[in-house]
């Protein structure tokens, strides 16, 4: 996969296209000349993104309102994916952390993280895989987190699901990249992109260190793509905390996150 920005004709498809990282990926690719389709909920924000892109860079900018916790809203850009010019780069962005701990969790809120975090991945990821492997050129993102790499957040079922986007992805991969199509999960940890204010999630006392910018995210991301990265971890404390997460015994980790809040979205989608 390659973002040559002489290269006529590359398109991609970005969920949870209208803010933070989402909006950073659509962003950075503009500039570099990619043309693309966005997918967000809001159609009106939609237009927005589409219309300052188009504005600034001269791209083509299709837009696809939907939501993709339900199947009709998987169904619409499956249908993009399979048909019409086609998508050199699928940016699965779009994703959900619920401010409550399991035990007071719903059934109908946990299946709709899950459909959107895993249903909708996979969904998009098979759809997407298909035109890309016929033609011998693609690839795949999606956006995990450090979270999914051990259990940091006692009580949420959002590592869970990142923790099977990264696993999904690494296997995936290696399936097709003999065909020359490249997958990578992306596992940024905590980054500032409005997720926690919209939600109403007080993050005032997490330091001011540990924060990320979606901005360089978004660039570690698309260089890690170009080296042909399994797994991208942008920034070197991040890194080492998966270092540590995948090699340090899970009692010390039991009790060095036990009194973490539940509720927290790293990577703040």
């Given at each position: 996969?390659?973002?040559?920005?002489?290269?006529?004709?590359?398109?991609?498809?970005?969920?949870?296209?209208?803010?933070?990282?989402?909006?950073?990926?659509?962003?950075?690719?503009?500039?570099?000349?990619?043309?693309?389709?966005?997918?967000?909920?809001?159609?009106?924000?939609?237009?927005?993104?589409?219309?300052?892109?188009?504005?600034?860079?001269?791209?083509?900018?299709?837009?696809?309102?939907?939501?993709?916790?339900?199947?009709?809203?998987?169904?619409?850009?499956?249908?993009?994916?399979?048909?019409?010019?086609?998508?050199?780069?699928?940016?699965?962005?779009?994703?959900?952390?619920?401010?409550?701990?399991?035990?007071?969790?719903?059934?109908?809120?946990?299946?709709?993280?899950?459909?959107?975090?895993?249903?909708?991945?996979?969904?998009?990821?098979?759809?997407?895989?298909?035109?890309?492997?016929?033609?011998?050129?693609?690839?795949?993102?999606?956006?995990?987190?450090?979270?999914?790499?051990?259990?940091?957040?006692?009580?949420?079922?959002?590592?869970?699901?990142?923790?099977?986007?990264?696993?999904?992805?690494?296997?995936?991969?290696?399936?097709?990249?003999?065909s020359g199509v490249h997958v990578m999960a992306l596992c940024p940890g905590y980054t500032r992109t409005g997720y926690h204010e919209r939600t109403g999630i007080d993050m005032s006392a997490m330091p001011r260190w540990i924060w990320l910018r979606a901005d360089d995210v978004v660039a570690e991301a698309?260089?890690?793509?170009?080296?042909?990265?399994?797994?991208?971890?942008?920034?070197?404390?991040?890194?080492?905390?998966?270092?540590?997460?995948?090699?340090?015994?899970?009692?010390?980790?039991?009790?060095?996150?036990?009194?973490?809040?539940?509720?927290?979205?790293?990577?703040?989608?």
């Amino acid at each position: 996969m390659t973002a040559d920005r002489t290269a006529p004709g590359r398109r991609a498809l970005i969920t949870g296209a209208t803010a933070g990282i989402g909006e950073s990926f659509a962003r950075q690719l503009s500039a570099e000349g990619w043309d693309l389709i966005l997918v967000a909920r809001d159609a009106t924000r939609l237009d927005a993104t589409a219309a300052e892109l188009t504005g600034r860079y001269g791209n083509r900018v299709e837009v696809i309102p939907a939501d993709l916790s339900t199947d009709d809203g998987c169904g619409r850009v499956e249908r993009r994916l399979a048909t019409g010019d086609p998508v050199h780069l699928l940016v699965n962005n779009a994703g959900l952390s619920l401010s409550r701990p399991f035990l007071r969790s719903t059934v109908a809120d946990e299946t709709q993280l899950l459909r959107l975090n895993v249903h909708a991945v996979l969904r998009l990821t098979l759809a997407a895989l298909g035109p890309m492997t016929e033609r011998g050129d693609g690839a795949v993102i999606n956006v995990s987190s450090v979270a999914g790499f051990g259990p940091v957040m006692p009580g949420s079922t959002y590592p869970a699901s990142k923790a099977w986007v990264t696993s999904f992805s690494e296997s995936i991969g290696q399936s097709t990249r003999a065909s020359g199509v490249h997958v990578m999960a992306l596992c940024p940890g905590y980054t500032r992109t409005g997720y926690h204010e919209r939600t109403g999630i007080d993050m005032s006392a997490m330091p001011r260190w540990i924060w990320l910018r979606a901005d360089d995210v978004v660039a570690e991301a698309l260089r890690d793509l170009r080296k042909g990265k399994t797994v991208s971890v942008p920034d070197w404390k991040y890194k080492l905390a998966v270092a540590s997460l995948r090699h340090v015994p899970r009692r010390l980790l039991r009790g060095a996150f036990r009194d973490r809040p539940g509720q927290l979205d790293p990577a703040g989608e």
